[in-house]
């Protein structure tokens, strides 16, 4: 059973920057891929990027690719760093994890339904 709990959210001026953290269990190392969405009041989930657990090959849209970093640790913990925050970043953010059977490019994973396992989210706030 994958477990994932996130961490880290909170309120942050325009600018700034904040980490979360994705602690993730019983997803199997070799092939877990993890992913971050978010999702703002009224709006649609929007996918921010992934990473391939075995390799820490990551990728991520092109609204953020300039900003965030996804990154992981060597035991369970998947982290989403933000810099130069804006406003419109104000999101419950939520890493989902994904055990595929087969190997197919992270760029194929960019959708909310290719993940079967999500945690519960976490709020961030930028403020002006």
């Known amino acids: 059973q994958v477990q994932l709990v996130e961490s880290g959210g909170g309120l942050v001026q325009a600018g700034g920057s904040l980490g979360l953290s994705c602690a993730a269990s019983?997803?199997?190392?070799?092939?877990?891929?993890m992913g971050w969405f978010r999702q703002a009041p009224g709006k649609e989930r929007e996918f921010i990027g992934n990473i391939r657990w075995s390799t820490g090959g990551t990728y991520y849209a092109d609204s953020v690719k300039d900003r965030f970093t996804i990154s992981r640790d060597t035991k369970n913990t998947v982290y989403l760093q933000m810099n130069s925050l804006k406003p419109e970043d104000t999101a419950v953010y939520y890493c989902?994890?994904?055990?595929?059977?087969?190997?197919?490019?992270?760029?194929?994973?960019?959708?909310?339904?290719?993940?079967?396992?999500w945690g519960k989210g976490t709020q961030v706030t930028v403020s002006s």
């Open positions: 019983g997803c199997t190392p070799s092939a877990c891929i």
């Open positions: 989902a994890a994904k055990d595929p059977q087969m190997y197919f490019p992270l760029s194929t994973y960019s959708r909310g339904d290719d993940y079967a396992h």
